[in-house]
């Protein structure tokens, strides 16, 4: 009795064509950092700026060291600009995020940047 019970709760969907329900994540409503680009570099230092977002209460920054895949703690910042210094020679990912009340938008990154 118990193998039949089993066998119609894992089979009885599939016979009338219906899929398991999987909830999804709303979408969220702060939309990712625009026109994120590199604006200047120098000995140890690299400077982005990306276009400004009124619904922006903060961004988040934070870098990869591709060599050891060191990651930098995160920078919060409301400028719509920022130089990360002190950095060693290497190459680097930079990462973005704005920061929408509780909610974060993508990542943007950009990736590859070497520092002699």
């Known amino acids: 009795m118990l193998k039949s019970i089993i066998f119609l709760a894992a089979f009885l969907p599939s016979l009338?064509?219906?899929e398991p329900v999987i909830?999804?994540?709303p979408d969220c409503a702060c939309s990712a950092v625009a026109n994120a680009q590199r604006t200047g570099q120098g000995s140890g230092s690299?400077?982005?700026s990306w276009f400004s977002?009124?619904?922006a209460t903060?961004?988040?920054?934070w870098y990869v060291r591709q060599a050891d895949g060191y990651t930098s703690s995160p920078v919060f910042t409301t400028a719509s600009s920022y130089?990360?210094?002190g950095l060693a020679a290497g190459t680097?990912?930079?990462y973005f995020v704005k920061q929408c009340g509780g909610e974060e938008?993508?990542?943007i990154g950009i990736d590859d940047i070497t520092l002699d």
Not at 58 to 61: M, P, R, T
């Open 16 to 18: 009338f064509g219906s």
């Open 23 to 25: 909830p999804m994540a």
């Open 46 to 48: 690299v400077s982005f």
């Open 53 to 55: 977002s009124s619904e």
């Open 58 to 61: 903060q961004y988040k920054l």
């Open 83 to 85: 130089t990360f210094s």
């Open 92 to 94: 680097y990912s930079f």
């Open 105 to 107: 938008s993508n990542i």
